[in-house]
């Protein structure tokens, strides 16, 4: 069953298109991911489904209440982490939750309770009198994941919660955002971190407004990314150069000392890579097929409509 829903979901600034027609399905219990690259769309699209901003045209409902027309029925059930720091850096780690408890309107007998539930689960116990301020990044976001949770939302809108943050500390934050989805929350995340996407049950990928990709992390790496080369030459920049040039790839990154190149067709573009390398006198040790990783197919999503831009200014190949 569907619990985030959007038809034609679309938010002008202006003459900018920020969100452009956007068509969700998220499954209740879904940890769903959107990534993108900056200026994509994604915290407009957060924003808009956690009734932060005017709808400009199409429709978006959480759990069959209306975004636009019933947007104190969407409050109660979702939470909202906004991707810059939401705390009061003076007020203490108890002080936060009891503020959030007071604004969520969780009821006054409740809220002790409430708080210590949160304390233990994010394991900020021991910390209650440290003002926010003072904390570590991966504990301020825990703090700020506490507060979010205050009112025990279903749905739950968070909107690159671990950015800049050590990967000890991501870790530990996933190892929450898992236990509350198997409470039975549903997780609309954006992320900038690969190895996060992959732990999505499903992952939407924006640009420019329009989602241009949705499926399994799985399907994403197998199917959307393309196959994967990895190339070995004596000159690996040059050697890009002239790959960025070639319409018929993807696109081409240098990794290290080696190349990797994204294919539709992998016998094809193995014949035109030693072509290509030949004509410009650079030496192949090696071309092989590797195993298409998220980040490469981010790369590849994202990559390939700039890297085209490269070959339209280039020497034809
Ligand atoms: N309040 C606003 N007024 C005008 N333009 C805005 C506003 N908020 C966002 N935009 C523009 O809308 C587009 C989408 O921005 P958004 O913040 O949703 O992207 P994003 O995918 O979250 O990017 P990032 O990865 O950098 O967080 C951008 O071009 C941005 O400049
Ligand atoms: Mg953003």
């Known amino acids: ?8 979901l679309t938010k002008y600034f202006g003459d900018l298109t920020a969100v452009d027609h956007i068509n969700l399905s998220i499954n209740d219990k879904e940890i769903f991911g959107l990534v993108g690259p900056d200026g994509a769309g994604k915290t407009t699209t957060i924003r808009l489904l956690a009734t932060i901003l005017n709808i400009s045209a199409g429709t978006a409902t959480i759990d069959g209440y209306d975004v636009q ?7 109660k059930l979702i939470g909202y982490m906004s991707q810059r720091f939401t705390l009061y850096a003076d007020l203490t780690v108890k002080e936060n939750l009891h503020f959030f408890a007071r604004l969520h309107q969780v009821p006054k007998d409740q809220r002790e309770t409430r708080t210590n539930e949160l304390l233990d689960f994010s394991r900020l116990r021991g910390f209650e009198q440290r003002q926010a301020g003072r904390l570590s990044g991966g504990m301020q976001q825990k703090l700020a994941l506490a507060c979010t949770l205050i009112h025990q939302p279903k749905v739950l809108f968070l909107d690159e919660p671990t950015t800049g943050v050590d990967p000890v500390s991501r870790r530990e934050f996933w190892r929450i955002l898992t236990q509350l989805n198997q409470q039975g929350a549903t997780l609309l995340v954006s992320t900038p971190y690969m190895d996060e996407a992959e732990r999505c049950t499903r992952i939407a990928f924006m640009d420019n407004g329009r989602i241009t990709a949705c499926d399994t992390p799985l ?41 990797q190149i994204a294919v539709d067709k992998k016998e094809f573009s193995i014949r035109l890579i030693r072509r290509l390398m030949a004509d410009n006198h650079i030496v192949i040790n090696s071309i092989k097929e590797i195993p298409m990783s998220m980040e490469n197919a981010f790369l590849s999503l994202a990559g390939a409509k700039e890297d085209k831009g490269v070959s339209r200014g280039s020497a034809n190949v």
Do not use: H
């Not at 069953?1 to 034609?8: K, L, N, V, Y």
């Open 1 to 8: 069953m569907s619990i985030i829903e959007s038809s034609d």
């Open 69 to 75: 027309k019933e947007p104190s029925s969407v409050r």
């Open 219 to 259: 399907n994403i790496k197998n199917n959307i990314g393309g196959r994967l080369l990895e190339l070995d030459v004596n000159n690996p920049r040059a050697a890009l150069a002239i790959l960025k040039t070639a319409s018929e790839l993807k696109s081409a990154y240098v990794f290290g000392e080696l190349l």
